[in-house]
C-alpha cells in the first residue's frame, strides 16, 4: 500500500462547479500538507501549503486537512477552464525537510466550458 | 525573471550511453533536488542538495549521479547503470530549510531511451 493515495481520475466537471480533490495517507507523522498544480508538460507549481489541521483559504482554494482521519482536501469553487491540470499533493513529517516530501501520484482534472 | 532552468527539454539516449541533464537557477536558493516522475506515480527523490559541495541520496539514487559545485547549478547524470531510465525528471529549489516543503520546479527533462 501506498504511504499516499490519491485518486488518478480522470475527473471532468462542467466550468463553474465546484471541485473537490483529495488524498488519503497512513503516516501518523505526517504534519504539514501542500498542494501543487501541473499542467501537462510542465512542472508542478505550489498551489496551498498548511500546517497540521484545518483549513485555508486563497481566493476560489481551499485545503482542508482532517488528521483524525488522515484525509485531506482541495475545493475549487467556481471552476475555470485554465484549472484543468494535475493536481498533486504533498506531505512531510518535519517543515525543514524538503527531502522528505512524499507525493501522491495526481488526479486529473478536466473542467468543460 | 527568477526562476529554475532545466536542459535539454527532450531527450533521446540509446541503451549503454550515459546522459547529463542540466539544472540552473538565479532564486538564490541553498537548497536544490531532483525528482523522477512516471505515469500514475508520484514524485520520487532522486538527489537533493541542501548546500554547496554536499548531497544526498534520496530514495531512488541507484544509476544516478549528482554534483553541485556551484550553488546555481546541480546537474544530473543519468548512468547506464539506471535500469529503466525512460521517465520525466523535475528539478527543484527551495529556498531554505524552514520552507523546505515550498519547492519551485522548473519544466522538465523528457528522457526516451531508444
Known amino acids: 500500500q501506498k504511504e499516499v493515495e490519491q485518486d488518478p481520475g480522470p475527473l471532468s466537471v462542467p466550468e463553474g462547479a465546484i471541485v473537490s480533490l483529495n488524498c488519503t495517507y497512513s503516516n501518523s507523522a505526517f504534519q504539514y500538507f501542500m498542494w501543487y498544480r501541473q499542467y501537462s508538460r510542465k512542472g508542478p507549481e505550489l498551489l496551498m501549503y498548511t500546517y497540521s489541521s484545518g483549513n485555508k483559504e486563497d481566493g476560489r482554494f481551499t485545503a482542508q486537512v482532517d488528521k483524525s482521519s488522515k484525509y485531506i482536501s482541495l475545493f475549487i469553487r467556481d471552476s475555470q477552464p485554465s484549472d484543468s491540470a494535475t493536481y498533486l499533493c504533498a506531505m512531510s513529517a518535519m517543515g525543514n525537510a524538503g527531502n522528505m516530501l512524499t507525493f501522491g501520484g495526481g488526479t486529473r482534472l478536466m473542467v468543460k466550458p | 525573471d527568477g526562476g529554475i532552468t532545466q536542459s535539454p527539454k527532450y531527450l533521446f539516449r540509446k541503451e549503454g550511453q550515459n546522459v547529463t541533464l542540466s539544472c540552473e537557477q538565479n532564486l538564490n536558493h541553498d537548497a536544490m533536488y531532483w525528482y523522477r516522475q512516471d505515469p500514475g506515480q508520484g514524485l520520487r527523490l532522486i538527489y537533493y542538495s541542501q548546500i554547496v559541495n554536499d548531497f544526498q541520496k534520496g530514495d531512488i539514487a541507484e544509476g544516478y549521479s549528482v554534483s553541485r559545485e556551484k550553488k546555481e547549478s546541480f546537474p544530473l547524470t543519468v548512468t547506464s547503470a539506471q535500469k529503466n531510465p525512460t521517465a520525466f525528471y523535475l528539478c527543484?529549489?527551495?529556498?531554505?530549510?524552514?520552507?523546505?516543503?515550498?519547492?519551485?520546479f522548473g519544466e522538465g527533462s523528457r528522457l526516451t531511451v531508444l
Open positions: 527543484a529549489s527551495s529556498i531554505d530549510r524552514a520552507r523546505a516543503g515550498e519547492l519551485f
